[in-house]
């Protein structure tokens, strides 16, 4: 693919970059009989040529069509309209291939037997109905520019969602690992059983109202990604204040809040850098693609991601990161008599500096133990005083994988790498 994009970058004196990104798809539902495997495919690329002031781009969706694309970036280049992005440094000009993990096409038989075999039993020990399905999901990017910059990034990720459902009440899991799918239904069976065991005990509601709340390590993550990471994406409209707030306190002096990409380049083939939003508590930087770097009079921090090759890279999280604290285990549990403990969220969004979360697996706690399941609740709040609310991060950190909505490039593969955190006060309600 590589030669056949060098090629393309020969055809026009004034063509500086060319990507593309194909992917497949694997949809494997485990609750039919026979097992069908689904698999859908896509591709597509974009194209950059410039003058050293404007810029003309265009996508196209296959090889044979490029020079259709050609064309159209031409006529916009003529229309002076887009001031070129297309800013270069010396480590672009390099050449890398990284993988996270080996593909997995499709699912062998024992992958198969296993997903099967984790289907029937789940089934003989629930009551209600049960859909077990998995996908895997893989895709390759490539990246070529004028000044001999390669670059070349495969990525695998495989997913197991679980959903029980009864006459009272609907319970979920959908696990995303950046491994084998395999290695991931060994993973994930415990915490599948557990789900389907623990649905005897009593879930109540709660009174509306203010609560202490603590966020296990996956659901810490999903909160400093809707409260901080959003924000600080440069396309936001909360992203201009931020930076006119840059150094100001707004949290804890030993609270550390970042982007650390996973890859070294990011899908405009700008090499990734490890960015911290808010530093020690104070706002530090934006994250940005080279659109908006360009928009802040700045240079791109390697953030720019479009989930397929023909859209427009955008400002996007990769792996969000909270830095651990020095409160243990005990100590996170024993600064209230009466909290919550929130163990998994299911969905959460954030708009104009407020925040909701969705949770559906929480605890009411007294004197560190368990006193009962709560049914799904949901948080909500101001970003910044939420913030300003927190008391102890904790020392243990895990990585949790997960997906974004933004703009209508849903599914984005995301992590998260954090600790527990313990919030003195958060509104709590009945979802």
């Known amino acids: 693919m590589l030669k056949k994009l060098q090629d393309l970058l020969s055809r026009c004196e004034y063509m ?7 992917g497949e798809l694997i949809y494997t539902d485990a609750s039919n009989f026979h097992m069908p495997r689904v698999p859908t495919y896509h591709q597509g690329g974009r194209l950059i040529i410039t003058d050293g002031n404007y810029e003309g781009n265009a996508s196209f969706d296959s090889i044979s069509n490029f020079s259709i694309a050609l064309e159209e970036a031409k006529r916009k ?3 002076r309209q887009f001031i070129t992005t297309a800013i ?18 499709i699912p062998d038989v024992d992958t198969t037997s296993k997903l099967d075999e984790l289907s029937d039993y789940l089934r003989c020990i ?53 491994s084998s799918l395999a290695h991931h239904i060994d993973r994930i069976r415990p915490e599948l059983v557990s789900l389907i065991t623990r649905r005897e005990r009593i879930s109540k509601t709660i009174q509306a109202g203010e609560y202490p709340v ?12 809707e409260v901080v ?3 600080f994406e440069a396309d936001t409209s909360t992203a201009q204040r931020l930076k006119s707030r840059t150094g100001e306190q707004v949290g ?20 990734t850098s490890e960015t911290w939003m808010i530093r020690e508590g104070r706002i530090e930087q934006l994250l940005h693609s080279r659109e908006t770097a360009r928009i802040y009079g700045g240079v791109s921090n390697g953030h720019g991601k479009a989930i397929y090759g023909w859209l427009k890279a955008i400002p996007r999280m990769n792996r969000t990161v909270i830095q651990k604290g020095e409160a243990s285990r005990t100590e996170l549990r024993s600064v209230f008599n009466r909290y919550i403990f929130v163990k998994k969220i299911d969905n959460a969004h954030s708009y104009l500096g407020s925040f909701v979360l969705h949770v559906g697996n929480a605890e009411l706690m007294e004197n ?5 399941q709560l049914g799904k609740i949901i948080i909500r709040g101001d970003c910044m005083e939420a913030l300003r609310n927190i008391l102890l991060v904790g020392d243990q950190i895990k990585e949790h994988f997960f997906t974004c909505a933004k703009r209508g490039q849903n599914g984005l593969k995301v992590s998260s790498v954090s600790p527990e955190i313990l919030v003195k006060s958060l509104w709590i309600g009945a979802s």
């Open 368 to 372: 560190g133990e368990s006193i009962c």
């Open 214 to 225: 603590l966020f296990s390590n996956s659901a810490s993550g999903i909160f400093a990604h």
């Open 126 to 178: 629930s009551d209600g109905l049960l859909v077990l399905n998995s996908t895997i999901d893989s895709s390759q990017f490539y990246y070529i520019n004028s000044r001999g910059g390669e670059y070349v990034r495969k990525e695998y990720y495989s997913s197991i969602i679980m959903e029980l459902i009864d006459s009272k009440r609907f319970d979920s899991i959908n696990s995303i690992s950046a």
């Open 88 to 105: 270069f440094n010396d480590r672009m000009s390099r050449k890398k291939i990284e993988d996270n993990y080996l593909p997995e096409p």
């Open 229 to 231: 990471g959003h924000m």
């Open 77 to 79: 280049l003529s229309s």
């Open 252 to 271: 804890p002096s030993f609270l550390s809040i970042g982007d650390h990409p996973i890859y070294s380049s990011d899908d405009e083939g700008v090499p």
């Open 16 to 22: 500086i970059e060319v990507m593309w990104k194909q």
